[in-house]
Nanobody, 124 residues
């Protein structure tokens, strides 16, 4: 079982930035995909970004393209999500996940291991 621990959430004003980090236990990168999802109150968990172990190929949800960047440091077993130009609608609990690549739009079911989540609040 892959262990994932997120950090870096907090409160930020609209237009601000935050960086989330996910530290994975050994073996996490043997899975071939790492991702970030989020869940706002009263809403379903939704895909945010994914990075593949092979070649570092990235995929983003349309609502974060150009604002968020996912990247990894394999030597440190970390995957990070740099979030810029944050909006109030980005407010949610953000979850790190590890799983397998599947063609098509990434789904929560592709990921078998999850972190505990970290709260991001965008508010003035």
């Amino acid at each position: 079982q892959v262990q994932l621990v997120e950090s870096g959430g907090g409160v930020v004003q609209p237009g601000g930035s935050l960086r989330l980090s996910c530290t994975a236990s050994e073996g996490a990168f043997s899975t071939n995909a790492m991702g970030w999802f989020r869940q706002a109150p009263g809403k379903e968990r939704e895909f945010v970004a994914r990075i593949l172990a092979s070649g570092g190929v990235t995929t983003y949800a349309s609502f974060v393209k150009g604002r968020f960047t996912i990247y990894r440091d394999s030597a440190k077993n970390t995957v990070s999500l740099q979030m810029n130009s944050l909006k109030p609608e980005d407010t949610a609990v953000y979850y790190c996940a590890a799983g397998r690549f599947r063609p098509g739009s990434p789904q929560a079911g592709d990921f078998g291991s999850w972190g505990q989540g970290t709260q991001v609040t965008v508010s003035s």
